[in-house]
């Protein structure tokens, strides 16, 4: 039976290192007292022996996803339910209606900002309609749009999906360039090539929280380190021979850590920027910081892969949402926080003897 003192709670896809894994550390991290109900496609998910209540889900695209989904949270009384992918987060934003109804708290965003969003070249169309800065964007669908570009170096990557920077190309050179693109246009119907600007020390990754309401909480980012290997997915010599980009070209990977706090010469274009969407809960900006201004190269309409270290300086976005809009606190917009420098490694485990959420032997 469910403990009525607990807030209870449902995270899918916690497994994998992605986001739905930093909302579960970020849950854990807070001072209210959550029971955690995790679910994920893979039964070896290191992050199921961290719920209260594990469970297997089907693939979000499956047709019996969010009946099972509805299922789990009905069995225990789930009071909120987080995405832990984007695959899911489409999955949700579809059954909005059928979830809500069932009284379940989804910190999601409207329908509108994830379309936008999750298609990169919309995103662009928006932050230039806007009056925002961006990197030039060419939206390739063609060999003929591949004779429009007239920049390098040039970030090469799919315009809708593409998560965790899968199928990301750099290239410095016209070979390259043609190389690359004749690549993608093997996969994709359609792709974006992007100017790449900045220098590797010049990258920023925004999380600005709004309510449900439309209340704008609070801003933070972090100033990513992205040198490291833990941290980049490309790191080659700067061959374009340009100096202003610095004597390495790096293309930044989904584990980020570096300096956290308010930096306020980001944030502030940031906030604007998700206002402007008209975005609630979660939003996170990707952007570079180059002579003095903020272009804006990505914005993830969810919770970010840096959720739980903003959790650790006092900044803990699910925690905020559940404590604003299910238990009815106060929040103060610009609340304070810690800041300071967070790094990263792996961790690993050994596990015998293990079971599936069943109850059957893995091996």
């Known amino acids: 039976m469910p403990d009525k003192n607990k807030i209870n709670v449902m995270v899918t896809g916690v497994g994998g290192g992605g986001h739905g894994e930093q909302i579960l550390k970020a849950l854990q991290l807070a001072s209210t007292d959550y029971e955690i109900v995790g679910c994920d496609m893979s039964p070896t998910s290191k992050s199921l022996l961290e719920v209260h209540h594990p469970y297997l889900a089907p693939p979000a695209d499956a047709p019996d996803y969010i009946p099972c989904i509805l299922a789990i949270c009905k069995k225990h009384n789930v009071q909120a339910l987080f995405h832990g992918s984007e695959a899911e987060l489409k999955a949700m934003s579809h059954a909005r209606k059928k979830i809500e109804d069932t009284n379940i708290f989804l910190p999601i965003n409207p329908g509108s900002v994830i379309d936008t969003c999750m298609d990169k070249f919309k995103?662009?169309?928006?932050?230039?309609?806007?009056?925002?800065?961006?990197?030039?964007?060419?939206?390739?669908?063609?060999?003929?749009?591949?004779?429009?570009?007239?920049?390098?170096?040039?970030?090469?990557?799919?315009?809708?999906?593409?998560?965790?920077?899968?199928?990301?190309?750099?290239?410095?050179?016209?070979?390259?360039?043609?190389m690359f693109s004749e690549y993608l246009s093997s996969i994709y119907s359609e792709f974006i090539v992007q100017q790449y600007v900045g220098t590797a020390d010049s990258e920023y990754t925004v999380g600005i929280l709004i309510s449900m309401d439309g209340e704008l909480l609070n801003s933070i980012a972090v100033k990513r380190h992205i040198l490291s290997s833990l941290s980049n997915r490309?790191?080659?010599?700067?061959?374009?021979?340009?100096?202003?980009?610095?004597?390495?070209?790096?293309?930044?990977?989904?584990?980020?850590?570096?300096?956290?706090?308010?930096?306020?010469?980001?944030t502030k274009p940031c906030e604007k920027i998700a206002m402007a969407m008209g975005c609630r809960g979660a939003v996170n900006i990707q952007c570079r910081m180059v002579d003095g201004k903020i272009y804006v190269f990505e914005i993830n309409p969810r919770f970010s892969g840096t959720t739980s270290?903003?959790?650790?300086?006092?900044?803990?976005?699910?925690d905020i949402l559940i404590r604003k809009h299910l238990l009815g606190e106060n929040i103060k917009p610009n609340f304070t926080y810690k800041s300071g420098l967070i790094v990263r490694g792996l961790e690993e485990k050994f596990i015998n003897n293990f079971k599936l959420p069943d109850g059957r032997d893995l091996l």
């Open 123 to 178: 995103t662009m169309k928006f932050l230039a309609e806007q009056g925002f800065l961006f990197p030039e964007t060419i939206k390739v669908s063609s060999p003929e749009d591949i004779e429009k570009i007239n920049f390098l170096p040039a970030v090469l990557k799919p315009s809708i999906g593409g998560g965790a920077s899968v199928n990301l190309f750099l290239a410095q050179t016209k070979k390259e360039l043609y």
């Open 234 to 266: 490309i790191k080659i010599k700067n061959r374009t021979g340009n100096t202003k980009f610095g004597p390495i070209l790096v293309i930044s990977s989904g584990i980020s850590q570096g300096e956290i706090g308010r930096f306020p010469e980001v």
């Open 309 to 318: 270290l903003r959790a650790m300086v006092g900044y803990n976005e699910p």
